[in-house]
Every structure is written in C-alpha cells, then in structure tokens.
C-alpha cells in the first residue's frame, strides 16, 4: 500500500493530469454492467476490463471482477496482466490515502469507516500509511459481519454513524445509493472520503455536508458526470462545477478554506495505470 501511495502522489507531482484520461465505456448488461477503462501515462499504456454484478455478494461471488491488461508506451506491447479486483482495491485506497494526506490535520488519528468489504479493509491500511491511526470504528448493515470485521483489528471496534460527530476522517466504502450519515453531525475539521459508487444516482454523502465543504474530486470532468454526490447536489443547487477542487490542483498546493473536507471518487483509468506500472518496475 506504501509504495501504491507513493506511486499515486509521485504521478501527480510529474504533472499527470486525471482530466485528460479518456472516458471510461460503461456498457449496461442484465446482471450489470461491463467497464473498459484505458490509459496512458509516462512509459506504459493499459486498459481494464471489469464487470459489475450487484447480485453477486449473495451468491457468494465479488460484485467487482476483472482483468488489467498493462502494455509498453512506446509500442503498445503487452507485457503483463494483473488481477483486476486486487488492483482496485489498493489503487481506490491509495488515491484516498493521498487526498486525506493533503487535507487531514496533522494529528488525525480517529477514522469511521462504512462498510466490511475489501474496499474498507483497503482503506484502514492506506490511512495507516499517512497518518497514526489509534481508533476505527466499523459502521455495517450486516452486525455479525460489522463485529467480525472489526475483530480483525486490536484498534477498531463497531459503531453507528452518529460516530462521525468525533471523526477526524470518515471512510464511505459501500453499495448504498442513499447517504449513511448526517452530514450535520461531521466536525469542522473532519475529512470524508466517498469511494462506493460512480453512478450519477447514487450517493453516499448528503446535500448538508456537501454544501459545508470543500469539495475535492479526481478530475473535474469525471465527477460532474459521474459522481452522484456532485450531480445530485449540482441539481438541488448547493454545488456548482466551479466550487469543485482537483485532485491535481490540490497536490500542487491549492489552498483550501476552513471547513470539511470531502473527497468523492469514482475510480479513473490513470490511477489503475500507475499503480500498475508500480507494481511491474518493483517486479522487474
């Protein structure tokens, strides 16, 4: 996770740009949909192809599964394939981690995470890599897998979502369409990050908390397609495009005001590219 972190950030310091990824191919299919996400940075070119089957948790089975497929730049050669689902997880939570590094206080160090899937466990370990975490607190809709999720950690334990009222970063990793807390009860200081969803009707964070914060976002194109947090609050008029922030602009030093911090991702086609690359130079 460390070195994904690292990745992430060092690809923003070169000067990548996430609103010059080309579109993402979303293709609906009855059990879900098909994603075809390709990208080209420095000296590698990739694409990733991964399926989206809400049913599946209750067969047992990933709702995420998939492929990446990393290429040479120079040639569009291919020359490695990595598992699809694994690569997500650790790219989502490294890109959060960076967003949370840039906007944290510096004594951070009590984080509410929703959800008990990969993406959370992800999550918990990419915080711990840029701040010194003492206090998690699971909120799940499931009891016996929220307490056997938070088992796992000596420093977690399972709470509410009334929890966010003493959070210093709030980590939003579910399939919910609808907001898991009240924005109101977030603190000043507090940052959330919201990584469930990339559907335009679909949203995690309500209107109250987005029109208190400062709202950061990947790209700005991507997320005022496809982040329903952005769509939805652009609608009810307490957001407007301009008021979003960048993740680029962020690293590069852009100040942001007193306030809450959000940071709303939909998973872009760069991030799963350096880290990839990242993994294939630590191999080589």
């Known amino acids: ?24 191919s979303v293709v609906p299919v009855p059990p879900g949909q098909f994603l075809l996400m390709p990208a080209f940075w420095d000296r590698f070119a990739g694409v990733k192809v991964a399926s989206v089957a809400p049913d599946n948790p209750a067969r047992g089975l990933p ?13 569009l050669t291919p020359i490695a394939l990595l598992d699809g689902v694994a690569l997500t997880s650790v790219r989502t939570a490294a890109v959060s981690a960076v967003a949370a590094d840039l906007l944290a206080v ?29 206090d998690v607190v699971v909120v799940g809709r499931n009891s016996e897998r929220t307490r056997a999720f938070a088992a796992q950690y000596p420093f977690a334990r399972v709470g509410t979502p009334d929890d966010v009222a003493s959070a210093d970063l709030v980590a939003c990793c579910t399939s919910s369409r609808t907001p898991v807390f009240d924005g109101a009860k977030v603190p000043e200081h507090a940052v ?23 709202v950061v976002v990947e790209g700005i194109g991507a ?24 993740l680029a602009a962020l690293a590069s030093g852009h100040a942001v005001g007193a306030g809450p911090r959000v940071f709303k991702s939909v998973g872009m086609a760069w991030e799963d590219l350096v880290v990839a690359a990242a993994v294939y130079e630590a191999a080589e």
Request: charged share 25%; hydrophobic share 40%.
């Open 192 to 214: 959330v990050v919201a990584v469930g969803s990339h559907e335009p009707e679909a949203r995690e964070v309500d209107d109250v908390l987005i029109g208190r914060s400062t």
């Open 106 to 134: 510096p004594d951070a160090e009590r984080l509410v995470v929703f959800g008990t899937g990969p993406q959370a466990r992800s999550h918990i370990e990419a915080f711990r890599a840029v701040r010194s975490l003492r």
């Open 1 to 24: 996770m460390q070195q994904a972190v690292d990745a992430v950030r060092a690809a923003l310091a070169d000067g990548l740009d996430p609103d010059e990824d080309p579109p993402r």
């Open 63 to 75: 709702r995420i599964q998939g492929h990446y497929l990393l290429m040479d730049g120079q040639t």
């Open 223 to 246: 997320a005022a397609s496809e982040a329903g947090e952005v769509v939805l609050a652009r609608e009810s008029g307490v957001l407007a495009v301009d008021d979003l922030v960048s």
